[in-house]
């Protein structure tokens, strides 16, 4: 297995941290972990152990959509419709990149 690291600018503890817990519920055999390099960084980090590339991005795109199901979930115990369009097209999404720390042997 070769492990990955994501880089998420713009994204500390938070983001980094609970996207870390949905890859773990998901595959609690994956080697997961997170971290903010330094107090003052812009940018958080979820390292992944995965067989290729394409394994670790589907394992990312998994975790991502079980957290939009939360946060779905979460807006209709509210009482409120997740259908109602959004402005997320005026937000400002972080930069994201994926690259292989250790490759498999």
């Not at 930069?95 to 250790?102: F, H, N, P, Y």
């Amino acid at each position: 297995m070769s492990r990955f690291t994501l880089e998420i600018d713009g994204e500390r503890h938070g983001f980094v941290n609970m996207i870390s817990d949905k890859l773990t519920a998901l595959d609690a055999r994956r080697f997961v972990a997170s971290r903010v390099a330094h107090p003052l960084s812009t940018f958080g980090e979820v390292i992944v152990d995965a067989d290729d590339e394409t394994d670790a991005r589907q394992a990312l795109v998994l975790a991502c959509e079980a957290l939009i199901a939360d946060c779905d979930r979460l807006v209709d115990s509210f009482g409120m419709s997740t259908s109602k369009p959004t402005n997320l097209d005026l937000v400002a999404l972080p930069q994201i990149s994926l690259k292989c720390d250790v490759p498999s042997e």
